[in-house]
């Protein structure tokens, strides 16, 4: 799983692979549709709009964050795998996140629309053939093989996951 070829931020790559640990691509995929399935979405509506620090984002944020991450992910993905030619841009996310409406939307919501779009990626790159996959994506301050993009947003989802455990849920009192 390991590639020893990437060469732009390998901070970033290491730690999406720590993260994944030794899960193959669609291990981890599957993984994290479960680990959506398993949110206790009573005890985030509790929590409600609540954050553990001003100016942090809420929960519905969070995931909002996660959707929309994983729909530039997958696009990426797709431009590579089609050898379209453009180079993605990077992104602002902070202010994607301000001009959400994620706080206006239940978490119920937020909750299915991740796990829709989670579905949707698993037959992505499930399309996606070896020689595909092994593509590798030269853009903004990344290198990597296609097949990373994938395991990126596992990684995106447990990075945020732990935080919402750690610093969240303790906001359940």
């Known amino acids: 799983m390991k590639n020893q070829e990437n060469k732009k931020n390998p901070e970033f790559l290491e730690y999406v692979l720590e993260l994944n640990g030794d899960t193959e691509l669609n291990e981890a995929l599957q993984l994290s549709l479960h680990r959506i399935n398993e949110l206790d979405i009573a005890q985030l509506n509790r929590i409600g ?91 903004f301050e990344y290198e990597m093989p296609l097949y990373t993009m994938g395991l990126t947003i596992t990684a995106h989802q447990i990075h945020h996951f732990n935080i919402i455990r750690e610093r969240y849920l303790p906001l359940d009192k």
Request: hydrophobic share 40%.
């Open 49 to 139: 709009l609540k954050t553990y620090e001003k100016d942090k984002w809420t929960i519905h944020k969070i995931l909002q964050h996660l959707i929309d991450w994983e729909r530039i992910w997958c696009y990426r993905a797709i431009v590579f795998a089609r050898k379209e030619g453009n180079i993605p841009d990077a992104l602002d996310q902070e202010i994607m996140a301000y001009h959400s409406n994620a706080n206006e939307r239940t978490i119920e919501q937020l909750v299915d629309e991740l796990k829709i779009l989670r579905q949707s990626t698993i037959v992505l790159f499930n399309s996606f053939n070896q020689k595909i996959l092994d593509t590798n994506c030269v853009f």
